[in-house]
Nanobody, 126 residues
Framework: QVQLVESGGGLVQPGGSLRLSCVAS????????VAWYRQIPGKKRDWVAI????????YADSVKGRFTISRDRLASNTIYLQMNDLKPEDTGVYYC???????????????????WGQGTQVTVSS
């Protein structure tokens, strides 16, 4: 059974940094395109970063230049999201998953291949 476990969230001041981790059991991420998603209370979950099987990355405009998605080359079941220069609008619960595909502009299509984990809460506040 596949399980996704996100961690690394917390409370941080504006301008601060966090590194999120997502560990999968039952699969290896090296066989999937993987994305990070964010859900803000009252809004639908939306993608923020994607890394393809060929290691092409793309980011939502709101996080471009501040967030970096990467794979752990040693632990093939782990991906990361380095978040720098955090802003209050980055607050939310962050999840990882494998999107069913992506458009030619490397935006994930709707629908995911795996069940959702519990997510990790990120709160950016002074």
């Amino acid at each position: 059974q596949v399980q996704l476990v996100e961690s690394g969230g917390g409370l941080v001041q504006p301008g601060g940094s966090l590194r999120l981790s997502c560990v999968a059991s039952g699969i290896t991420f090296s066989s999937y395109t993987v994305a990070w998603y964010r859900q803000i209370p009252g809004k639908k979950r939306d993608w923020v970063a994607i890394i393809t099987l060929g290691d092409t990355t793309n980011y939502a405009d709101s996080v471009k230049g501040r967030f970096t998605i990467s794979r752990d080359r040693l632990a093939s079941n782990t991906i990361y999201l380095q978040m720098n220069d955090l802003k209050p609008e980055d607050t939310g619960v962050y999840y990882c998953n494998a999107p069913r595909g992506y458009r030619t502009d490397f935006v994930p299509v709707v629908g995911e291949l795996l069940g959702w984990g519990q997510g990790t809460q990120v709160t950016v506040s002074s």
